[in-house]
């Protein structure tokens, strides 16, 4: 069952190794599927006005106390995040850099192209198939072995330590960064706590999905 996958798969066209410049046509073109994919479920999820992502309510609460940026601080984040990879053995590759480009890339056009639905149904809905999306796009990405993004190699990282089940590691990670920014001060809704609750499923989802379907 999909719930307990505990290692990312490996496929006919993943990567050999993270750090790979020159990495084959169909390797790239999944990566840059799966991380707009990832972008357009990140984007999505702000359309629906049902909350932000759990770490942008990190962001949010620590930025009530501190004077920065919610985007500094949400860059700050990312960078320590990347230092914690030191002592999870976790290595990046142009899949790192291409996160933040493609996801930043995505996030914008949806928020430039699309509307917020009007009835509540249909909000729900909207950040339900966000989470769906991220699901998705995160097992393209992550199975290509391009080197993750941080939270994704923060994931990966404390799998391999703890040899728990991606879903409950990542559902883990979500919850006490959604509850560290809520205590903070960090506004909450009903997507925030889908995002929290159900990303970790959904990326488990992804995986086995695209290692049954794409292999």
Known sequence: MFLTIKKIPKVSWSSEKPLNLRPKLT??????????LFGIGEGLLLVSYMGASPW???????SLH?????GLITFFTSLIVIFLWVFLSQKPGIGTILNAIIIAAMIDICLNYFQAPETFTAKILLAFFSVFLVGIGSGFYLIANLGPGPRDGLMTGLQRKTNLPIALVRALMEITVVSIGWYLGGTVGIGTLLFAFGVGPAVALGLFLVNKIFS
């Open 56 to 62: 942008s309510v990190f962001a949010q609460g620590i």
């Open 27 to 36: 390797t790239f073109f999944f990566l840059s599927l799966g991380l707009s």
């Open 66 to 70: 501190v004077d920065y940026s919610i």
